[in-house]
């Protein structure tokens, strides 16, 4: 439970500032870097590694490549739904699916090329 405090209040906290800078500067776009600043990442990161060791916070390395790879269908899927029907929550709904689906098919792709090279 401990760990789960630390996580929610460091990402908590990383969310934030990274808000509040994407709020204070001038170039609002600019502003759009610090929206996906990968503090969930790194705070996984680094609780897996204290806690599990270097295996596991390999694991967790490997897990958000899928996921962030993911975030790129994500972003695009979203912006590409806002343009065509200006609906954000709709546009969000969607990025979210195709994040999703993305990121598991990434994983699969991944698995499938692994499998092929250990020559199973």
């Avoid at 990274?18 to 705070?43: D, M, Q």
């Avoid at 680094?46 to 694991?59: E, N, P, R, T």
């Avoid at 065509?84 to 990121?103: E, K, Y």
């Amino acid at each position: 439970m401990k760990m789960l405090f630390v996580k929610f209040l460091a990402g908590g906290t990383s969310v934030a500032l990274s808000y509040i800078v994407s709020v204070l500067i001038p170039w609002k776009e600019f502003g759009g870097i610090f929206a996906v600043f990968p503090a969930v990442f790194l705070i996984s990161l680094i609780m897996a590694g204290v806690q599990y060791g270097d295996k596991v916070a390999s694991h967790v390395s490997s897990g958000a490549v899928f996921g962030m790879t993911g975030v790129l269908f994500n972003i695009l899927a979203t912006w590409l739904m806002l343009v065509w029907t200006n609906d954000w929550i709709l546009s969000i709904l969607v990025g979210v699916v195709v994040w999703f689906i993305s990121a598991i098919i990434i994983f699969e792709i991944v698995e499938k090329i692994a499998h092929l090279k250990r020559g199973h």
